[in-house]
């Protein structure tokens, strides 16, 4: 039988700002941890960051380069308070926090260490950008052999059409597919 674990992934402030012009996007996040927990499910939460410094972080490397550019002037990742998880969708104390360094959540990251130490073989997905963190999560789960459902409605990209093609198109030969409200009514544990 199979064993889930709900990952809510990039959704913190200084995402959420970036990629917020859905004004649903938050409580629909909030149904389905609120359903994940009332079913048993563990919520895992998985978080960028880095150390004071951006040692972690390459200059060739284009994206993550900007942010430890911008943090440097003061932006972005600098501040504390931005990189919280968004108070809408806060992590209880009882949850787990992964910190990953680059756009998978098990990159740089002892994700795979957590989901294998609780038996957990299936993972739900949600999170910023579905072009980013959800694309490139889903890709190494399934490379890892997990089970993989996307919550298309518990994704967010700043790009409506990349949203599109990639939910129904690309991570359909991966993973299922489903809709919050559609996923809450049969969770698995």
């Not at 998985?46 to 004071?52: A, S």
């Not at 294998?116 to 579905?130: E, K, Q």
Request: proline fraction near 4%; hydrophobic fraction near 45%.
């Amino acid at each position: 039988m199979a064993k889930s674990a709900l990952l809510v992934m990039d959704v913190q402030r200084v995402i959420v700002e970036r990629y917020g012009d859905d004004p649903g996007y938050l409580p629909r996040l909030r149904r389905a941890i609120d359903a994940a927990r009332a079913a048993g499910i563990p919520v895992i939460y998985v978080v960028v960051g880095f150390r004071k410094g951006y040692p972690e972080v390459s200059a060739r490397n284009k994206a993550f380069g900007q942010i430890a550019a911008q943090a440097a002037t003061g932006g972005g990742f600098a501040d504390e308070r931005a990189t919280e998880v968004h108070p809408d969708v806060a992590p209880r104390p009882e949850d787990v926090v992964v910190t990953k360094k680059r756009v998978s959540a098990f990159a740089g990251s002892d994700l795979d260490m957590v989901l294998r130490a609780a038996g957990i073989d299936s993972l739900v997905l949600t999170g910023i950008a579905t072009s980013g963190v959800v694309l490139s999560t889903l890709r190494q789960a399934a490379d890892l052999d997990f089970a993989v459902t996307v919550l298309e409605d518990g994704c967010l990209d700043g790009d409506a059409e990349v949203h599109r093609v990639l939910t129904e198109k690309v991570f359909t030969r991966q993973a299922d597919v489903v809709t919050i409200d559609e996923w809450i009514k049969t969770p698995t544990t």
